[in-house]
């Protein structure tokens, strides 16, 4: 089955630097690949995701990267603020019906 | 709309107690999947449904039961619960893979 490999577990960064987390996957068949946001006590939140025909999609200050030849994907956040403080999970999956996989989640700390 | 909804909000239990976490979504979203979550280790799926009438298993499914009678609900059953359930439980539902999370339900096991 397919497994979620998600680098690095925890980063701090100062205000207004860059952030970039890096999944890997195993399985060549997934071509959905979404990206959550958790903060302290809430549920995950959907905040971008790329499915395989693409290579990059943005939205304002956060962007993803696809490259499946190597079978990597990254998030990438721009001017980081306090607020994006939280903890990001990658994921991937098939088809709309078969399960979401998902990485084990990365910590990011934004200094002010 | 209420997207998805889970019940309780909090449970303990003691070793070998049963109960249900009730999950309802109001979306007519054929798929449905429990995930606990656990620090370190990210979200693991526990049981996953493609409509009403058909679930399956995912990666951690001792100890737990599910049942999909109807297109909105997807209950999970722990049968005798043990201290290693103690975890955060998230339903969720989605659409062409989109998926959409509930509240969670923090259960203590004693």
């Known amino acids: 089955g397919e497994n979620v490999e998600q680098h690095p577990s925890t980063l701090s960064v100062q205000e207004g630097d860059s952030a970039v987390i890096k999944c890997t996957y195993s399985d060549s068949a997934s071509n959905y690949f979404p990206w959550y946001k958790q903060e302290l006590g809430k549920r995950p939140q959907l905040i971008i995701d790329i499915r395989s025909n693409v290579g990059e999609k943005k939205d304002q200050r956060i962007a993803v990267t696809l490259n499946k030849t190597a079978k990597h994907f990254s998030l990438h956040i721009t001017e980081t603020q306090p607020e994006d403080s939280a903890v990001y999970f990658c994921?991937?999956?098939?088809?709309?019906?078969?399960?979401?996989?998902f990485g084990k989640g990365t910590r990011l700390s934004v200094i002010a | 709309n209420a997207g998805v909804t889970q019940t309780p909000k909090f449970q303990v239990l003691k070793t070998g107690q049963s109960m249900t976490l009730q999950c309802a979504q109001d979306?007519?979203?054929?798929?449905m999947s429990w995930y606990r979550q656990d620090p370190g280790m990210g979200l693991r799926l526990i049981h996953y449904?493609?409509?009403?009438?058909?679930?399956d298993q995912g990666e951690v499914p001792n100890g737990y039961n599910v049942s999909r009678s109807t297109t909105e609900d997807f209950p999970l059953r722990l049968l005798s619960a043990a201290p290693s359930q103690t975890s955060v439980y998230f339903c969720?539902?989605?659409?062409?893979?989109?998926?959409?999370f509930g509240p969670g339900t923090r259960l203590t096991v004693t």
């Open positions: 979306m007519n979203h054929e798929y």
């Open positions: 994921a991937a999956s098939f088809s709309g019906n078969t399960p979401l996989v």
């Open positions: 449904s493609v409509g009403a009438g058909i679930t």
């Open positions: 969720a539902s989605s659409v062409d893979s989109v998926m959409y």
